[in-house]
């Protein structure tokens, strides 16, 4: 059954540098998704992207993130200057449709910001 | 604002007996509703949702969801539990034109022997 992977599984790094989580979706899906859960706290919405281009983002999407699909497979999220509070666990996810299609999530990774 | 709420933090039922993992949603226009498994050190694994339709839905191993309009509630059921259900449970919204997930704070579920 194919399924979303993501690496590292966990990344440690010093506050202020940059980061890049990769994700591999689902090969025939369309839209593809970041969101992040804090260690005791709600999983959150960052991003989403269709057609090569945002089509939705939160208010935690700042300036400080962005995505890319560099290739026909990968879908990256780069934080540029990391900061403590973002470490957490960050998930990617693809769907074949908006609307009612279910989210297909990567196991994530685990980014220690310290 | 959309927003989902799990008033539960934790459930305990015993093997073989019915489960019921509560949600409830509040959305201003039509709800898509999901609901997610997490198992410890894994992702979110895709279990049933409700689109339009039929008010029960079925989903993988053996568990259902109740969409009731009036009460906003979109409660997971299990008729039979088994000790491998335990785990941490999401529900999850999304309204028709949004592309973003709006999740509940999880609900962990233990079955004992």
């Known amino acids: 059954e194919p399924e979303v992977t993501q690496t590292p599984s966990h990344q440690v790094t010093q506050m202020g540098q940059e980061v890049i989580l990769r994700c591999v979706p689902i090969s025939n899906h369309l839209y593809f998704y970041w969101y992040r859960q804090i260690l005791g706290q709600k999983v959150e919405f960052l991003v989403s992207?269709?057609?090569?281009?945002?089509?939705?983002k939160s208010e935690i999407f700042d300036d400080q993130f962005s995505v890319e699909r560099p290739d026909g497979s990968n879908f990256t999220l780069k934080i540029r200057s990391t900061k403590l509070e973002d470490s957490a666990m960050y998930f990617c996810?693809?769907?074949?449709?908006?609307?009612?299609?279910?989210?297909?999530f990567g196991p994530g990774t685990r980014l220690t910001v310290t | 604002a959309q927003s989902v709420a799990q008033p539960e933090d934790q459930v305990n039922v015993a093997e073989g007996n019915p489960l019921t993992v509560k949600c409830t949603y509040s959305?201003?226009?039509?709800?898509?509703l999901f609901w997610y498994v997490q198992y410890p050190n894994r992702g979110l694994q895709f279990l049933l949702k409700?689109?339009?339709?039929d008010n029960l839905v079925k989903g993988s191993y053996g568990f259902e969801a109740e969409f009731n309009k009036s009460q906003t509630s979109f409660h997971l059921k299990k008729p039979s539990a088994l000790v491998s259900d335990s785990a941490l449970y999401f529900c999850?919204?999304?309204?028709?034109?949004?592309?973003?997930?709006?999740w509940g704070a999880g609900t962990k579920l233990i079955i004992k022997p």
């Open positions: 409700y689109i339009t339709g």
């Open positions: 959305v201003s226009g039509n709800p898509y």
């Open positions: 992207f269709y057609n090569n281009e945002i089509s939705e």
């Open positions: 996810a693809s769907s074949v449709l908006q609307g009612g299609s279910e989210q297909y």
């Open positions: 999850a919204v999304r309204e028709g034109s949004n592309y973003q997930l709006i």
